[in-house]
């Protein structure tokens, strides 16, 4: 077949995107949340390598956020601990690449559902994501809570929730194994094992630069080790996506091909406002609601209480908002850039608010809510803008970069980081600017490549 890029453009462009999405992910947004940053933008560079339609692209980009999110509800700093002790190395070395695997298997599954989204019932998806919440009540019951298999500090016990995110993977693919069409599974089987590979190695050979600067002087200028880690864990799992992608590309255009309609926009106060209202919902609504139940139940013994504080653990998981974004598609299609785009940008301004602004956030919780909503509201009318013009693709993939980077300026800037009194040359840019110093040069590298070598030659479809 004729292949407008090369293998190894499927492979560094996903590779350097997941990259600076990784990174960003750790330094302006934490947790599952800030884990949707990777999921969103590897999608978009999977969705312009491959010449995939706006609308398409829309729906694989919230199936991304969903399928990354979700390993973010995976605890490791005290297992990355163990990398820093000569006696318990391999054991961390294990429980990354048991953990990094376990995020990528998953997430890549996930995301490879919204390729053939289209060609799935509804009923389909949902049952498929209420059986993947089954498997992770299961797999907390089993195999976290009892610590059959414990990879973090059992003197300092914290919850974990890889067991869980690994059976609810198991019943995710084997319901669809049984459902989906064979080539279709077919694609979902191969992303799904490139992803384990890629999350595997990539968490697992990150977790080396613990070890490497363990083994270090302290008074080393270099110290950037978990920053590397997280570098190392999104290239390699970004490489590993766009190689699947790269095998898979003949079925994927061919999906693509079949998915090549134009269809109306929204209301543009419907959009927006919908978006209000999901984003409220997903960020405040439901853990309001649901937190202080499960806090207030976990002080009571007996079988419904049990019960209930279970099936509320599994509501404010991140497994449940996925599902509730799913959901949001299935109903409104057209949002799909919106929450994409929008709500995965919304909760970095909600970090900078809330890690800076303490005192504020405190005192006139308003006030930093009136800042989230604006900062947000920017980036949602500019996604709403987009949508409606030619190089869609290309447009929200470079909204996304510069808009977390823009919040990770902020966040430099408040924080006084640019400060540089009493330092080095090499102090300043091997130590106090490394990190932005990536962020900025893979942001411009990516960018680069999404308006110089790939762009759009066709109309962008909504």
């Known amino acids: 077949m004729n292949d407008k890029y090369s293998k190894w453009m499927f492979i560094i462009f996903p590779a350097v995107t997941m990259l600076l999405g990784w990174g960003l992910r750790g330094h302006i947004g934490g947790g599952p949340f800030g884990a949707m940053i990777p999921g969103a933008m590897v999608a978009l560079s999977l969705g312009m390598l491959l010449k995939l339609p706006s609308n398409l692209t829309a729906i694989i ?163 950037s080790w978990w920053k590397s880690m997280e570098f190392t864990f999104g290239f390699l799992l970004g490489a590993s996506l766009g190689y699947a992608a790269w095998l898979s590309r003949k079925e994927l255009k061919l999906i693509g091909k079949e998915n090549n309609k134009k269809t109306a926009n929204l209301n543009i106060y419907k959009e927006l406002g919908l978006t209000l209202l999901i984003g409220v919902l997903i960020y405040w609504i439901i853990p309001q609601s649901l937190e202080p139940f499960v806090d207030a139940a976990s002080a009571y013994d007996g079988i419904y209480t049990s019960l209930s504080r279970d099936v509320a653990q599994i509501l404010i998981n991140y497994s449940f908002y996925g599902f509730v974004l799913v959901l949001v598609i299935m109903y409104f299609p057209k949002l799909a850039w919106q929450i994409g785009i929008t709500l995965t940008f919304c909760h970095t301004a909600i970090d900078l608010v809330r890690d800076n602004f303490q005192e504020i956030q405190a005192n006139s919780p308003l006030i930093a809510a009136f800042w989230v909503v604006l900062i947000t509201f920017i980036v949602a009318l500019l996604t709403a803008y987009f949508r409606r013009k030619n190089n869609i693709k290309r447009s929200m993939f470079l909204l996304l970069v510069w808009s977390t980077m823009t919040i990770s300026y902020l966040a430099f800037l408040i924080t006084g980081h640019w400060n540089t009194s009493g330092l080095t040359l090499c102090e300043i840019f091997c130590r106090q600017y490394f990190v932005d110093l990536i962020f900025t040069v893979s942001a411009i590298f990516i960018s680069w490549i999404a308006i110089k070598k790939i762009g759009e030659t066709s109309q962008g479809l909504v």
């Open 61 to 223: 980009v919230v199936f991304g956020v969903v399928g990354i999110g979700l390993g973010g509800e995976m605890t490791y700093g005290q297992t990355l601990s163990f990398l820093r002790d000569p006696e318990t190395m391999w054991w961390g070395v294990l429980a990354t690449t048991v953990k990094g695997s376990i995020w990528g298997m998953l997430g890549a599954s996930v995301l490879s559902l919204g390729f053939i989204y289209n060609r799935l019932k509804s009923k389909t998806i949902v049952i498929a994501f209420l059986l993947l919440m089954f498997g992770m009540l299961m797999g907390f019951k089993l195999i976290n809570e009892p610590m059959i298999i414990y990879f973090s500090d059992p003197a300092n016990p914290r919850p974990e929730s890889w067991g869980a995110l690994l059976l609810g993977g198991v019943f995710l693919l084997a319901y669809l194994k049984y459902k989906v069409a064979k080539d279709d599974f077919k694609i979902i089987s191969r992303f799904t094992l490139f992803g384990l590979i890629g999350g595997g190695l990539g968490f697992g050979l990150g977790g080396f630069w613990f070890v490497i600067g363990s083994a270090l002087p302290k008074e080393v200028i270099f110290k």
